[in-house]
């Protein structure tokens, strides 16, 4: 009797695994002991089958709670946390006592015991299976001991195998590639960096833009190639350091889910959606590898998509955390460029539509995604010309004024003011303080003058122009009106000693 007790165990888990697509977990040929699991109506429902003769309620409720126990350990393996537990009792005789008034909710989980005796087997899985929605097996369960012997055998060889090839293909999953771009990424990035601050600063907008930064204006006169070379630019040793860091980690993963060829795809034409968005988003001068990075993210979110419960249980809910992060953090720290990582983010989840995973083709989501990836590039660069016609880029030319200065090119200066200044927007007064101490710098003082006097008149209460002012003045001899300057740069500003010392001056 007992080897037919062990054939139906065997035959269950066969029809569960074979006919009812439910995934192999664990198998114990040695104790009969099988876990299966499969998500149903939108709760996981797992299936403890186990052969064994419990003589009374006490071993069985001990059982129970190392069933849960057992769970508990390994939650991170079920990506539901609506989990309903089938402990299913392959058995000769039911326990002597009264099993049936186990109190189920002193358990941690919903929990369904079925315990199939050799009186009540066939109904008791009909009942489970209709429970399940599920179609109840038709085979049939009176056989010989010598039948139900040989059959055993071929299912526990069965069973293990389905074990052993969910295991090889999950493994395959994630080795079809080899991490090689991503280190030829990480090298030239950083060889770049190195290049750009021996030659001259990754901090200087001057020296970025010379290197291929992405900035509005250069692009729409005709350099579009910002988009691609803005990739491989950094802004100071931390901004490279930390998107180093996340390549490796993640080009790494991704490279070896996608393989080479399709990870240099993603990479690359998820940095130049994340490029063009922002274009269309940001009129600041902008670089980094961020856009493409973030289309990493939107690699693994798309194998996510194919590979749901393999996702959730591996790197699921940790990248979740990881992208909500980056977005808290971009949306309190001004300096970052949201539309280059939410751009990249988008374009990297196309990007991996297009060429899909290895070994897997849809030919029209693919083709609907090379329609949408297009669309939606096109749509960006429209609106992004527009708003570089429609939205004033006088900040950029104040900081680029301002590099300039510092790196006493004041001629270069004076012509970046000048031309800024026929679409100053709300920067007037800082592009003409910044001419005039370009004017200053190059012995043209009526020129200065003239400037200082219009920022004063956009903005009375610059008191570094107040101060500009008065010492040009008091250099011309025009000490009534130098005084003037002097005592409303003090007054404004108290705190600065430099305008103190200036208004001081004059009473000596």
Same mark, same amino acid.
């Given at each position: ?270 940095? +130049?959606?994340?490029? !063009? &968005?922002?274009?269309? #988003?940001? $009129? %600041? @001068?902008?670089? *980094? /590898? ?32 990881? +992208?909500?992060?980056? !977005? &808290?953090?971009?949306? #309190?720290? $001004? %300096? @970052?460029?949201? *539309? /280059? ?41 429209? #609106?992004?010309? %527009? ?122």
């Amino acid at each position: 009797m007992y080897i037919k007790q062990d054939y139906f165990l065997w035959k269950i888990a066969q029809d569960l695994v074979d006919g009812q697509n439910f995934e192999v977990l664990h198998v114990n040929k040695n104790s009969s002991e099988i876990w299966l699991e499969k998500d149903i109506k939108g709760k996981t429902h797992v299936f403890r089958l186990y052969h064994a003769q419990f003589d009374w309620r006490s071993q069985l409720v001990r059982d129970l709670e190392n069933i849960h126990l057992q769970i508990k350990q390994n939650r991170r393996l079920f990506r539901n946390r609506k989990i309903v537990v089938h402990c299913l009792y392959i058995s000769q005789y039911p326990p002597v006592d009264e099993w049936e008034k186990i109190n189920k909710d002193q358990l941690p989980l919903n929990t369904n015991i079925v315990y199939l005796d050799d009186d009540h087997k066939r109904e008791g899985i009909y009942n489970l299976y209709n429970d399940l929605g599920i179609t109840p097996p038709e085979w049939s369960l009176e056989l010989s001991e010598h039948d139900a012997e040989t059959h055993v055998h071929y299912l526990k060889d069965h069973m293990e195998r389905s074990q052993r090839k969910r295991k090889h293909d999950t493994q395959a999953l994630f080795t079809y590639g080899k991490p090689l771009l991503t280190y030829v990424l990480l090298a030239v990035n950083i060889l770049m960096y190195l290049f750009i601050e021996f030659t001259g600063s990754s901090t200087s907008i001057i020296t970025l833009i010379e290197y291929g930064a992405k900035y509005n204006p250069a692009i729409v006169s005709g350099e579009w190639w910002r988009i691609l070379s803005s990739m491989f630019l950094h802004i100071g040793t931390l901004h490279l350091l930390m998107n180093m860091l996340a390549l490796y980690y993640l080009g790494t993963a991704v490279e070896r889910i996608y393989g080479t060829f399709r990870f240099t795809w993603i990479y690359f034409m998820a940095g +130049i959606f994340g490029g !063009i &968005a922002s274009f269309m #988003l940001n $009129p %600041q @001068v902008a670089a *980094g /590898a961020s856009g493409a990075i973030f289309g990493l993210f939107g690699a693994l979110l798309y194998f996510g998509v194919h590979h749901k419960r393999l996702f959730f249980r591996t790197m699921g809910y940790n990248l979740f955390v990881v +992208i909500g992060i980056n !977005i &808290a953090f971009g949306l #309190l720290v $001004p %300096q @970052v460029d949201n *539309g /280059a990582h939410m751009g990249g983010l988008i374009g990297g989840f196309i990007a991996s539509a297009i060429c899909n995973l290895p070994k897997k083709r849809q030919w029209f989501l693919q083709s609907l995604s090379v329609l949408i990836y297009t669309a939606a590039i096109g749509m960006m660069i429209v #609106l992004g010309i %527009q708003q570089v016609d429609n939205r004033s880029y006088a900040l950029i030319e104040v900081q680029l004024s301002q590099n300039l200065i510092e790196e006493q090119n004041y001629r270069k200066a004076i012509n970046l003011t000048t031309e800024a200044l026929e679409k100053p927007g709300n920067y007037q007064a800082e592009l003409l303080f910044n001419r005039s101490y370009a004017y200053t710098k190059t012995e043209q003082y009526t020129k200065a003058i003239e400037d200082l006097a219009q920022v004063i008149a956009l903005d009375p209460e610059f008191a570094e122009a107040h101060f500009n002012l008065a010492l040009l003045y008091r250099q011309a001899g025009m000490m009534d009106k130098a005084e003037t300057h002097a005592n409303k740069a003090s007054r404004l500003k108290p705190e600065r000693e430099q305008f103190q010392d200036l208004l001081k001056s004059f009473d000596q």
